[in-house]
């Protein structure tokens, strides 16, 4: 029996991103076989309605104030620590419905052979976010909520709305 435990993490940024991982964890059944779930987001002050989601604040590789070299290295130092004891350690699975805070995670995700799904925010109709062009090559399963987005990510699997 393996001592890996199964651990699904649950990532979404600020704002839309946020609501659509709420209006998403209210419909899913997680199956017994997890052992833990966690919330990855920039911003802790809110909480999903999940019963024993763990949350974890990642903060954000590009501030408000723009991109600098001190933050980035900062960023990525600390939480390829904190990531790395979470994804490496355990059989992970990651849900994504972004920003990118989403992107760093998903990369760890897959180079220890973990199960990446993304879902491009529901603002998008006529063009890829950053964070989408990104995932749509990381993750195993790519979704999209408008049917417009279906010319643009061929592999994107359309699920409707959150």
């Not at 990118?100 to 973990?114: D, E, Q, T």
């Not at 995932?135 to 049917?147: A, D, G, P």
Request: glycine content about 8%; hydrophobic content about 35%; aromatic content about 10%.
């Amino acid at each position: 029996m393996s001592s890996k435990k199964n651990i699904v993490l649950l990532i979404a940024g600020e704002g839309g991103h946020f609501e659509q991982m709420s209006r998403l964890t209210s419909t899913l059944k997680f199956s017994d076989n997890i052992d833990d779930i966690y919330l990855i987001t920039d911003n802790i002050k809110k909480e999903l309605n999940l019963e024993g989601v763990k949350t974890l604040e990642l903060g954000e590789l590009r501030g408000k104030d723009g991109f600098s070299i001190k933050n980035a290295f900062r960023y990525l130092t600390k939480n390829t620590i904190i990531l790395s004891k979470l994804i490496f350690k355990n059989n992970t699975k990651i849900i994504s419905t972004g920003p990118g805070i989403a992107i760093y995670p998903s990369l760890l995700c897959r180079l220890s052979k973990g199960k990446v799904l993304h879902i491009e925010t529901w603002s998008r109709f006529y063009s890829k976010s950053m964070t989408g062009k990104l995932m749509y090559l990381i993750s195993n399963r790519f979704y999209i909520q408008n049917k417009e987005l279906a010319e643009i990510y061929p592999k994107g699997i359309y699920s409707g709305r959150l």
